[in-house]
């Protein structure tokens, strides 16, 4: 089972600041098979980036994602209010498919 | 818009069967795969399996032996049946739509697009 490991795990940033998330994966990952996902507090995740760097339908263009390999990236280039929340990648496999732990982008 | 509405059992004791039923709003069962996912606080989010509507099925490993997914295209729904449960199963589970093509130049993608609310399910004597 691939894992994916995120840092760091807590974001402390103010609005308009730039955002870098990162997930490592134990092994090499396709890069059409990976995915970042939002959750806000109370809500079911949602789609922000497929296949490392396409933004899903109604994201803004201040996110951005990018990689490959075991390395990939999550860029929030300004961050406004609603930004603030819980990220997680997410990686599919032949037969499964694994989540990181997340990153959780708070208020400074 | 695709939406799915799942509902099901929310406490179970210990050995019992949870069991969850997700409805498709809005689109056809076939051509996707048909997944749940769960989320505890100690274990984050955690795939349980996926089935597409020609009975495809991809179990978690750690679950093989007490899950059951299953789709039926008559009702446009997918359920879940997981047995013995313990405290280890208690997490909100999400029934979710997973997309799966072919890029048309070497590329298929994976992805999931469409979430349910969710349900918790808490199992505790």
């Known amino acids: 089972e691939i894992v994916l490991m995120q840092s760091p795990g807590t974001l402390s940033l103010s609005p308009g600041e730039r955002a870098t998330l990162s997930c490592r994966a134990s092994?090499?990952?396709?890069?059409?098979?990976f995915a970042w996902y939002q959750q806000r507090p109370g809500q079911a995740p949602r789609l922000l980036i497929y296949g490392t760097s396409n933004r899903a339908p109604g994201i803004p263009d201040r996110f951005s994602g990018s990689g490959s390999g075991t390395d990939f990236t999550l860029t929030i280039t300004r961050l406004e209010s609603e930004d603030f929340a819980v990220y997680y990648c997410?990686?599919?496999?032949?037969?499964?498919?694994?989540f990181g732990q997340g990153t959780q982008v708070e208020v400074k | 818009q695709v939406q799915l509405q799942q509902w099901g059992a929310g406490l179970l004791k210990p050995s019992e069967t949870l069991s969850l039923t997700c409805a498709v709003h809005g689109g056809s069962l076939i051509n996707h795969f048909w997944t749940w996912i769960r989320q505890s606080p100690g274990k984050g989010l955690e795939w349980v399996g996926e089935s597409d509507h020609r009975g495809g099925i991809n179990y978690n490993s750690s679950l093989v032996g007490r899950v059951t997914i299953s789709v039926d295209t008559s009702t446009n729904q997918f359920s879940l049946t997981l047995t013995s449960v313990t405290a280890a199963d208690t997490a909100v589970y999400y029934c979710v739509r997973r997309r799966g093509y072919d890029d048309g130049w070497g590329s298929y993608y994976k992805y999931i697009d469409v979430w349910g609310k969710g349900t918790t399910v808490t199992v505790s004597s």
């Open positions: 997410q990686q599919f496999g032949s037969y499964s498919q694994t």
């Open positions: 092994q090499s990952v396709s890069r059409s098979k």
